[in-house]
């Protein structure tokens, strides 16, 4: 089941905040964050754990609410590196489920000078 | 680490012909991931192993759709006979583990069906 991202779009000013959300119809095991840059592959962010356990970068700040099945990344103080297309991707409990990483449909991220 | 290497990273094709596209995972990763990116419908997921082993193929489109992982360092995802739908970037992607581990694409095969 893909998950749905929110918003499709953003377009930031630098230094200004920006905050993307993750949904997901089925309980959640696991809520990755990637970065795509146009024409290369996605990279890794943070990977949020059912249970509080959090891995990724310093600077990335995210939250995982297991109630309502949402996650949310913050993007704080942008800079143009930011710029690129944000997914998530979950996993859900239960059998060969844990492992399977689906993604949502991508928030793309724009910031001007 | 030469990290998940793709190959091969751009093919053109014509309709009806074989594509086969291959896959490196990086060492000691046992998770194998096949990933298909097109602008309507995202990155989808077309199939995952673990140790080798096919665990869920739901994404693969149709029967022209095949992919094996004969060792654990090698993998391959054949079109035949391809179709212009099937133009899209395929992404290929390990971890370590089954569980929720950091997953590492390569960088892609740009695949174009004429």
């Known amino acids: 089941q893909q998950p749905v991202q929110s918003p499709q779009a953003v377009i930031l000013r630098e230094g200004e905040d920006a905050v993307i959300n993750c949904s997901s119809s089925k309980a959640l095991y696991s809520v990755h964050w990637y970065r795509q840059k146009h024409g290369e592959a996605p990279v890794f962010l943070m990977i949020?754990?059912?249970?509080?356990e959090q891995k990724g970068h310093e600077k990335i700040s995210a939250s995982f609410n297991e109630k309502k099945q949402q996650s949310s990344l913050y993007l704080t103080a942008s800079q143009l590196s930011y710029s690129g297309t944000y997914f998530c991707g979950t996993s859900h409990a239960g059998g060969t489920s844990y492992g399977k990483l689906t993604f949502g449909q991508g928030t793309i991220l724009t910031v001007h000078p | 680490d030469a990290g998940v290497i793709q190959s091969p990273r751009h093919e053109v094709t014509e309709m009806g012909q074989e594509v086969t596209l291959r896959c490196k995972p990086i060492?000691?990763?046992?998770?194998l991931f096949w990933y298909r990116q097109t602008m309507m419908r995202g990155l989808e997921l077309l199939i995952y192993f673990n140790n080798n082993v096919p665990i869920d193929d739901s994404g693969m489109p149709e029967d022209r759709f095949s992919a094996k992982m004969p060792n654990a360092s090698f993998s391959t995802l054949k079109i035949q006979p391809s179709e212009p739908r099937d133009s899209a970037v395929y992404f290929c992607?390990?971890?370590?583990?089954?569980?929720?581990?950091?997953?590492?694409f390569g960088a892609g095969s740009r695949l174009t069906v004429l």
């Open positions: 060492s000691g990763h046992n998770s």
């Open positions: 992607a390990s971890k370590l583990g089954s569980g929720a581990n950091v997953l590492t």
């Open positions: 949020l754990l059912k249970g509080g």
